[in-house]
């Protein structure tokens, strides 16, 4: 997993808490002061300059205004993926695609049959979107022990579904439309486009042609929030590049030489410019929609008096059983149905990154719907209708949660090699370490056959990699893992990083390659010239060699190899670790990289079980 997907998913699942508190105070303020609630949402709001006024009601700007910035967050996360997740490589989204799709055609058709010709008929797109925040936070819930390649999974399809379901509500469910404000917004994002191609970085400069793609949109009489969508998918995404860091840390060696108010914002902003836009704009925007946003719209929209009438009246009610049969129905035969005929079609050459019962249970989780949902049944009913269209997009949520965790606790039942294939699958992992591991070349710790190889980037001054150095050596305990350590000097802030990677290969040229490497992470803060000959005569080393190697920096050209293989790698800090060739992200305590390990063996014993190893070079 990329880390920029791991850490949505732990915002989305952390808001799935706020969102839910959100939804049962509407539900409790509309009963308990039904005219109130109305009344609140159904105020004025307006903007005057002059002779030109904007004015909707608070519930309308909620809908159509601020979750503008949601939608935002799904298109930054759909550009993420493409540019730095799975979905890279590009096969591997033809998956996704058509059970996404295939999860929005078939709930629909299953609507439309049970409204068949009525007036519900019109609401169609109520049954068809995933909210991703509810979804991904029950499933936190209801699906304990549920492995990261099932979220991924979940959320690629999701990320599919919310894209649809925009163009849907810009083309379907948009009236009234206005060719001139449409031209001009299509104008205005060619602007957009312009200044990016132009390199321009600015946040400030983009804010205006954004604001003002939205009111064209708003006039036009398309929905506005594809404003944000649309914006949120040009921002490219891509891992800080290591010259880009050296050059900022030289702008902070300049401040920290002159400390004046001129270089602090010089500094400031060359380091927030190694950050991709995309980064930039998710951590600008991100918390804001979904511990705000989409609560805001729930507690907005989600409130409906609820009486024993109502109850009887919407539970007979073709909207709201086409709802529930659309998502509770609809949606987990559309996801496992596509999954298994397009992995039986492609010959297995194309299967979900997920085992069975990880994609069944993230087409149940998927008949959750809220947020757009509700967006479409404001836009497709008004009155009793829209109440029990509210009402079903509720009660089919809590049967999906329902659903999700019958699929896992069933699953948790099965014995411990298939409990691990239907979570995992055996789809290949996409490897990220470029070139893979040569024990001919790398410097290799551990049994040679192991099942899990893990490398590590590291810089022999760096504090960090001193941190993590007892975590590996308690790694090392484990008679399944060999370790490879390559070369990645930051010289920018650690100045004596080199010399000593070079010492350390100097060293290995007499066969003492790994005594010295723990030597020096062992005394990082003494590695000039004479502490590095200390060490080596403390070996047993040749001394006059061993100098002579460092006066004339005979390794440098491997050193340089190691930096070589870490561009290649997108790999620009230390310490960074790729586990059978995929990179990790977050944490590298020994809970977190014993728990790693842990997956990546699984997944290495299906893989060997289901296909003959490769001959030739040991991959990483």
Request: net charge neutral; glycine share 10%; aromatic share 8%.
């Amino acid at each position: 997993m990329t880390a920029p997907l791991r850490a949505f998913m732990r915002t989305e699942s952390g808001s799935a808490g706020v969102l839910v508190a959100a939804i049962a105070a509407a539900l409790i303020w509309a009963n308990v002061d039904p005219a109130g609630y109305g009344r609140v949402w159904g105020t004025e709001l307006a903007l005057r300059v002059g002779g030109w006024e904007l004015a909707y009601d608070l519930r309308t700007w909620v809908n159509s205004g601020l979750m503008t910035l949601f939608f935002l967050v799904v298109g930054l996360e759909a550009r993420r993926e493409f540019d730095l997740g799975d979905l890279r490589d590009r096969r591997r989204f033809v998956l996704p695609l058509a059970a996404g799709l295939a999860g929005m055609v078939i709930p629909v058709v299953i609507y439309l049959a049970v409204n068949r010709g009525g007036p519900g008929a019109q609401g169609w797109g109520v049954a068809m979107s995933t909210d991703t925040a509810l979804a991904l936070g029950l499933l936190a819930l209801v699906g304990r022990g549920v492995p990261e390649q099932a979220r991924a999974f979940l959320l690629t399809v999701f990320v599919v579904d919310d894209l649809a379901a925009l163009v849907i509500i810009a083309v379907a469910y948009s009236e009234h439309i206005v060719l001139m404000p449409l031209l001009l917004a299509v104008t205005v994002f060619g602007l957009l486009l312009g200044l990016r191609a132009l390199r321009v970085r600015r946040g400030i400069v983009y804010a205006p042609f954004c604001v003002l793609l939205w009111y064209l949109m708003l006039r036009s009489g398309v929905d506005p929030v594809v404003s944000g969508l649309a914006i949120g998918l040009t921002a490219t995404a891509y891992t800080p590049a290591r010259g880009a860091l050296e050059a900022a840390s030289g702008l902070f060696k300049l401040f920290r030489e002159q400390p004046t108010a001129e270089l602090a914002r010089s500094a400031s902003l060359g380091l927030t410019q190694t950050l991709s836009p995309n980064e930039r704009l998710q951590r600008m925007y991100h918390p804001w929609s979904s511990f705000l946003i989409v609560p805001l719209f729930g507690l907005a929209n989600a409130g409906i008096p609820i009486d024993g009438p109502f109850l009887v009246r919407a539970f007979t009610s073709p909207i709201t059983l086409g709802i529930l049969a659309g998502y509770v129905l609809g949606k987990p035969i559309a996801v496992a149905g596509t999954a298994w005929l397009v992995t039986r079609l492609s010959g297995r050459r194309v299967r979900p990154g997920a085992g069975w019962a990880a994609v069944l249970g993230s087409g149940t989780i998927a008949g959750i719907g809220f947020t757009v949902s509700l967006l479409i049944a404001s836009l497709a009913f008004t009155g009793d209708d829209l109440a029990e269209a509210k009402l079903g997009v509720l009660a089919a949520a809590v049967l999906a949660s329902l659903g999700t965790w019958v699929v896992y606790r069933v699953t948790a039942l099965l014995p411990k090699p298939r409990r691990a294939r239907a979570l995992l699958g055996d789809a290949d992992v996409l490897v990220d370490l470029i070139p893979p591991v040569d024990v001919t070349v790398d410097h290799v710790r551990g049994a040679a056959g192991a099942s899990v190889t893990v490398v590590e980037y590291g810089d022999f001054q760096c504090p960090y990699c001193g941190q993590a150095e007892p975590v590996v050596r308690e790694l090392l305990a484990d008679a399944d893992l060999r370790y490879v350590w390559r070369h990645l000097p930051l010289t920018d802030v650690h100045p004596q990083a080199q010399l000593a990677a070079e010492a350390s290969e100097a060293a290995a040229a007499q066969g003492a390659f790994w005594p010295m490497h723990d030597l020096l992470l062992d005394h990082q803060d003494e590695l000039k010239p004479m502490d590095l000959v200390r060490y080596a005569e403390r070996l047993g080393l040749d001394r006059q060699r061993f100098h002579e190697d460092l006066m004339d920096h005979v390794h440098a050209a491997r050193i340089a190899q190691d930096l070589e293989s870490a561009d290649l790698s997108g790999v620009s800090g230390t310490p960074t670790f790729f586990i059978n060739g995929r990179r990790h992200y977050g944490a590298y305590d020994i809970a977190t990289l014993t728990e790693a390990v842990k997956v990546a063996r699984i997944r290495a014993v299906i893989g060997t079980s289901t296909a003959s190893p490769p001959g030739g070079r040991s991959a990483g």
